[in-house]
Structures are given as structure tokens and as C-alpha cells.
């Protein structure tokens, strides 16, 4: 049997572009090809939240499953997508989530996603009801079973489901499981994924085929990867990541072998993300996509960051460089009278090296006229905490005047360390509309940094930026370890608070040995928590980020603001 793998990138909502970029596939298709397999929620691209709601999307996409079954009426090629079917039964919510076969200009095979994800970055319960049709169908002579992605995940984050899907196709001799995904991409997701395709093989004695979708829909990113094992769990065939892709692959689903020929949507072929390769690629691979579906997706062109001559603004304009070209990017560098000369200049030397323009706007004078109206207000001087504020403020305001009047997008420049202990200040350095270092710990950013110069075969972050000791620069000889640990540490105690139960063992030992190490106190360790808890109303406040961890800020991670706990 031949399989084309359509790993596309869909924008959510937008059915009239997804479904042409469904058709430029399926014409790609020779009359050899047996069934095309598209992802999960195609049309409506994954996820649309509460836009499922509207009734007139799923009217258009509807029309668009009439229009691409229509193209399978005098074709030998089948297509296998997902989309969102009402619910005819009287109880339940209104739609599920569907998995179609469409051949001879009609759906021949629908099924039901039984198991909906409501746990981190799902809440698929929220608009679907769960299925309980078959999903084993004889097609082209073949015994056929299909998965929609949570359906093949027997055990999830504490989620232990029974009587699963991958059972139920375990009681049928198949030839072939085909499992169609909307798999949010983290760090090690991949070998997760192959974990869990080896089980399915496992259970079934079938050939797996797994089809992810590819790209960037708010906070999440998708990395495509799609793969097939044959029927003792040997990997055959894996997709490009973070690129779109479609393969044709002829399956022998009795002699368990393929004859792969690759045929792309895009003519660049990126090479697949491995485990092999360090976390620093998987970040910077993960957050250009990212941010470059964030940004085009949302109708912007070009970005405006805050230089301040340090590590995160520096990290977050070559992503931003590499996403978007050196002419969709503007730095503005906002020195004060407590900035140092490396503020400036390190900006400088940085923005020539990613041919970036750079603006230069002191903020001396502004300063000191909000310090001398906030006395005539008050009648007393600014704390020493207003006075660091008064300039983040500055500088975001700033951001926010060249964003309205140019049509810049603002990216925020903050990492998962400092958003997590509350570093940052509201309506200030927080300003923005995505911020791609949101889910990367300190640590993970000064590595990201030495990957970009090895990425670029070249000295373009300054060593001179990498190498200073991190400072908000808003007061006199301020340093981050003042107020906080050094960042090793904090980001040990932070990892282990925030993702500690989605660890592998030994990063979770890793984390542990580096706090016995340093001999942290107990009372030190919940001083840090209590920090983390009581940030919790700014990051409400924050832009979007781009997940790459296993448990991130945002849709990922849902705690009270209002509350007083302890653990």
C-alpha cells in the first residue's frame, strides 16, 4: 500500500487556506498512491478553542469535506483527515472530534475520538464528546485501524485510561494502525512519540503509521516528525521536523519493508531533530518556528525588541533575525544613568552582526522628570523599587509608541527564570505581544547563545555579552544575584517546583544534586516557591510564549491568583 504523509502547516480558522493547501498536496498524488493522511483537525487548523462554537465554521468546513471528497471521485487515491462532526445523538456536547476516510466522492469510514486530553495544554472535553464507533475498517483489501492522537496514549501525566482504543484494534487481525495527531512539540516529545508508537505495534502485531502536523498556532508549536514503524516496532520512515513535508512511502504490510521517495511541499529539505542533538538546537529550531507563525499568522511583518547589551535581548533578536529576516527586525537600546557602557556598544556590535537597525533613545531625562512628579504628587521621593520601575516603564513605553506608529510587533524578552520568581516588571520589560525565551530557563538561554554562534559558524552574540554578569542595570552596581540565587541554583529549585513530576529521572537527580551541592537551606528553597506563587497575577498579565518545556506558563500551567498555599 502506498502512503502519502501531508505534514502541513495550518493557521487556525482559516479552512479556505487549509483546505488549499490539502488540495496542492493531493495533487502531488499519482494514481499509485493509496490513501493520503492528513492530521487532526485539519480544516479548522489545532486547536480552535471556543471557535468551534460558531456554527460557521464548522458549515465551512463541512463544504470544504464535500469539496475534497468531490476530488476523490475519479481518483484511486483515498484521504484520511481529521475534523469536527456533530453529535446526533440527544445527550453529550455538540461535536466530536473526527477522523474521515474519503474515497470514490464520499466518506466511506468515520470514527470518534474516545479519549479527549483536559490535562496541560488540552481541554478538548470542553467542546467534544467522546466517540464509541469502531475504528477498524476493511479497505483496498486491508484490515485497517485508526487513532486520533490522545487515542494511542495509554498512560499521560498521571491520566491512566482503560479499555483503550489501541484494545480495541488489538482484538482484530490488522494489517496496518494509522494515527492521525495534532502533537504538540517539547523538549524529548519525539522519543516520546516513538515510545508510544512501539507499544501500539506491540499490542496490534501491525505497521504504525503516525502523521503529525507542523508549525506554530499561538503558544504551541507543532514539529511534525511524522514516522512509521513496521510490525516489530523498527522505525522506516521519519518525516522532516519543523518543516512541512509530504512523503509518499510504499508500506509492504506483509514483508514489513518500504521503498521511501520523499517528495516535499518546500523545496528546502531541513534535516530531522534527533536526540542525538543538543537541547540548544531543539530550542532554536522550536522558537524560530514559533515566532515566525506567530508573527505572520497575526498579519505582522516586522518585530521592535528592547537592547540592553544583555543575554536575553540579544538571544531574542537573533531568533527574531532568523525568523524574520534582518529587515523585519528593529532594536532600540534605552541606556540610563545606571546603564553600562557595554549596554550601548555590546548592542551595537551585536545588531551589526545580524545586520539589524539599531536605535539608540537615553532615558536620563524622562527619568528624572517622572522622579520629580511622582514628589510634587506624593510629597516624598520614590522607594528605591518605583525608581526601577519608573525606567522599565520607560523603555516598554517607548517600545509601545515605535509599535503604533511603524506596526511593530513588540517581542518581550524575559526567560522562564525570572518570569517565574516575578524579575520583571508590569507594563515594562513585560510589554509585548510573544516572547519566544518565556519557557527557557536562564541557563538554557547562556546555551542557547553558544549555539547561535556555532549555528552561524561565527562570533555573532559578542562573548563580551555572554560573559558579563546579568544585571537589570537600574540601579547603582546592580547584579541578579543581589535578590537572587545564582541561576544554576534557581533554575535547579525552579525546575524541580514547577516541572519536577514531568522530569525524566535523571534530569530530576541532576536538579537534586545541584541544591545538595550548594547546601541550600529548606527556608531558602520555600522563599523561592512563595516568590513563584505570589508572580502568579503577572503572568496573567504577560504576553504569550513559546512552550518548549514540558510544563510552561500560560495554557500549561493553571493556579489561583487570589489564594494562599504553602506547597
Known amino acids: 500500500m502506498k502512503i502519502a504523509m501531508a505534514q502541513l502547516n495550518y493557521k487556525v480558522g482559516d479552512v479556505t487556506g487549509n ?128 487513532l486520533i492522537c490522545e487515542d494511542a496514549w495509554p498512560d499521560a501525566e498521571g491520566y491512566r485510561y482503560e479499555n483503550t482504543p489501541v484494545d480495541d484494534i488489538s482484538e482484530h487481525r490488522v494489517d496496518c494502525v494509522i494515527s492521525i495527531n495534532a502533537s504538540p512539540s517539547n523538549i524529548n516529545k519525539l522519543n516520546e512519540r516513538f515510545f508510544i508508537g ?22 504551541l508549536v507543532f514539529d ?26 510504499e508500506v509492504d504490510l506483509e514483508q514489513n519493508n518500504t521503498q521511501p521517495n520523499r517528495n516535499k511541499v518546500t523545496e528546502e529539505v531541513t534535516p530531522s531533530y534527533s536526540s542525538n542533538h543538543s537541547h540548544s538546537e531543539f530550542y532554536w529550531r522550536q522558537t524560530v518556528l514559533g515566532i515566525r507563525d506567530y508573527i505572520n499568522k497575526c498579519g505582522f511583518s516586522k518585530v521592535v525588541i528592547g537592547s540592553s547589551g544583555g543575554i536575553d535581548s540579544a538571544v531574542t533578536l537573533a531568533i527574531c533575525t532568523e525568523a524574520l529576516g534582518a529587515e523585519g527586525v528593529t532594536a532600540i537600546t534605552m541606556p540610563s544613568k545606571f546603564s553600562s557602557q557595554g549596554s550601548v556598544t555590546d548592542s551595537e556590535v551585536l545588531c551589526k552582526n545580524l545586520d539589524v537597525r539599531l536605535y539608540e533613545a537615553p532615558i536620563k531625562e524622562e527619568y528624572d522628570v517622572a522622579v520629580r512628579a511622582f514628589q510634587t504628587m506624593s510629597g516624598e521621593f520614590p522607594s528605591q523599587l518605583t525608581c526601577e ?99 544554576p541554583l534557581l533554575d535547579a529549585v525552579l525546575k524541580l517546583y514547577i516541572e519536577g513530576d514531568l522530569l525524566e529521572r535523571a534530569e530530576y537527580e541532576a536538579c537534586q544534586k545541584i541544591i545538595s551541592a550548594a547546601s541550600l537551606a529548606e527556608k531558602e528553597v520555600e522563599r523561592i516557591h512563595q516568590m513563584v506563587n505570589r508572580a502568579e497575577f503577572k503572568r496573567r498579565q504577560a504576553p504569550p510564549i513559546i512552550r518548549v518545556q514540558r510544563r510552561s506558563f500560560g495554557m500549561g500551567r493553571w493556579l489561583p491568583v487570589a489564594a494562599n498555599y504553602q506547597f
Open 198 to 219: 512501539k507499544q501500539v505495534v506491540e499490542k496490534t502485531q501491525a505497521a504504525f503509521i503516525y502523521l503529525n502536523q507542523v508549525g506554530g498556532n499561538d503558544e
Open 224 to 249: 511534525g516528525g511524522s514516522f512509521i514503524l513496521d510490525k516489530v516496532g523498527t522505525k522506516i520512515h521519519q518525516s522532516v521536523q519543523f518543516d512541512q513535508a509530504v512523503d509518499f512511502i
Open 389 to 487: 520601575n519608573i525606567q522599565a516603564r520607560i523603555r516598554g513605553r517607548k517600545l509601545m509608541e515605535y509599535s503604533n506608529h511603524f506596526g511593530a510587533l513588540v517581542v518581550s524578552t524575559g526567560n522562564k527564570s525570572e518570569m517565574s520568581v516575578g524579575y520583571a516588571t508590569l507594563y515594562g520589560d513585560m510589554n509585548g505581544g510573544i516572547n519566544p525565551l518565556g519557557d527557557l530557563y536562564k541557563m538554557d538561554v547562556y546555551a542557547l547563545a553558544n549555539y547561535v554562534n556555532e549555528f552561524y559558524d561565527k562570533e555573532i552574540i559578542p562573548r563580551s555579552i555572554i560573559d558579563k554578569p546579568p544585571s537589570a542595570e537600574l540601579a547603582e552596581d546592580q547584579k541578579d544575584t543581589d535578590s537572587l540565587p545564582d541561576y
Open 19 to 146: 483546505l488549499k493547501k490539502i488540495l496542492t498536496a493531493y495533487q502531488m498524488c499519482g494514481d499509485d498512491v493509496d490513501i493520503m493522511v492528513c492530521s487532526e483537525l485539519a480544516l479548522t487548523g489545532y486547536y480552535p478553542q471556543d471557535l468551534l462554537k460558531r456554527d460557521s465554521l464548522i458549515i465551512a468546513q463541512d463544504k470544504a469535506l464535500n469539496e475534497l471528497a468531490a476530488h476523490t471521485r475519479n481518483r484511486n487515491t483515498a484521504i484520511v483527515i481529521g475534523c469536527a462532526r456533530k453529535n446526533l445523538e440527544q445527550t453529550g456536547r455538540p461535536l466530536h472530534n473526527a477522523l474521515l476516510l474519503l474515497a470514490n466522492g464520499e466518506a466511506l469510514f468515520e470514527y470518534h475520538k474516545r479519549l479527549l486530553p483536559t490535562y496541560n495544554v488540552f481541554d478538548e472535553a470542553r467542546h467534544f464528546e467522546p466517540g464509541s464507533n469502531s475504528n477498524v475498517f476493511e479497505f483496498k483489501g486491508h484490515t485497517l485501524g485508526f
